[in-house]
């Protein structure tokens, strides 16, 4: 403040202060009035007030963390990649050109003003988004939400979880694939033993489907198994040459092996919920119960 105008100044700020103790004195007062009329009441107004709801993890959300803590333990690092993804990455670098019939198993919802781009199929589109991008050795898993144009139903919907599965380096083999995924069933079903079915993927070769052995010793597994003890949860195979040559790894030099399983019957599984529908409700009802799972 210039020295000629300090005295006006001071004046309208001391008249704010007084105004402003005043103000404050009053709302003391009856505050404290108000204090001790509820006190004579028996209203105890330093008592604690109600407690916040807290909330749940989804039980997919569980499931999938479940997984990702289980590879992350043997070195598997998450990857990401888009929901809303261009073809070339969904099907054309995963081996599946535009006239392929494999396409035909994973119809989808495409977007109306952009050609060329779809909902994802599956979470395979992360194993082109990670191979183009990085060098390897690559050890990746990547959990998120896939699309397919399918009727729901109490076993499908069209839109559910997937996690991938990518391991790239030299001389990875078919026998690192089976102890990897014979680990990842040990710890996330108990099971003991696992079978790799002979199977086909664009993406892979050879190709397997894997299952897992639960037995029939409990009503559950029985009904899971459908009487035969083995549940099955993923494909996997070691990665097509042609794949990696697609997004630019040299195949003479390097070899590896993905796998894909979806979520949703994992998690079923594992909360005993029967219908997959209730997943994706949003009846607080349901989710509630998992609020202590976490
Ligand atoms: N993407 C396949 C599907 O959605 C699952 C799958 C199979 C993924 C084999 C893989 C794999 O990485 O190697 O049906």
Request: charged share 25%; hydrophobic share 40%.
């Amino acid at each position: 403040m210039p020295n000629e105008r300090k005295r006006e100044f001071g004046q309208v700020v001391n008249a704010l202060k007084q105004s402003a103790e005043t103000k404050f004195q009053e709302l003391k007062t009856a505050l404290e009035a108000q204090a001790e009329q509820a006190s004579a009441q028996g209203i105890d107004l330093t008592a604690p007030g109600e407690p916040l709801p807290l909330g749940a993890r989804h039980p997919i959300a569980i499931t999938m963390n479940r997984i990702i803590e289980i590879f992350s333990r043997i070195g598997f690092a998450v990857a990401d990649g888009p929901e809303i993804e261009h073809d070339w990455y969904n099907f054309t670098a995963m081996n599946t050109p535009e006239d392929h019939p494999a396409r035909d198993m994973q119809d989808t919802f495409y977007v109306v003003d952009a050609p060329g781009m779809l909902l994802r199929t599956h979470t395979s589109n992360v194993q082109a988004r990670v191979m183009t991008t990085r060098k390897p050795p690559i050890r990746i898993i990547a959990p998120g939400r896939v699309y397919r144009n399918e009727t729901i139903s109490a076993r499908s919907h069209a839109q559910f979880h997937q996690v991938e599965g990518l391991y790239i380096d030299e001389g990875v083999s078919f026998a690192d694939m089976k102890q990897t995924l014979l680990y990842f069933a040990q710890e996330m079903f108990g099971a003991p033993k696992i079978r790799l079915r002979p199977s086909f993927f664009p993406f892979t070769e050879p190709s397997a489907e894997m299952d897992v052995w639960l037995g029939t010793d409990t009503e559950e597994n029985y009904r899971l198994t459908k009487g035969t003890g083995w549940l099955e949860i993923l494909g996997c195979g070691m990665v097509d040459p042609q794949v990696l040559e697609n997004c630019g790894i040299d195949s003479r030099q390097y070899s590896g092996f993905a796998f894909g399983m979806g979520i949703e019957r994992q998690a079923l599984r594992l909360f005993g919920i029967p219908d997959i529908r209730l997943l994706f409700e949003n009846d607080v009802r349901m989710l509630r119960q998992f609020a202590a799972s976490v």
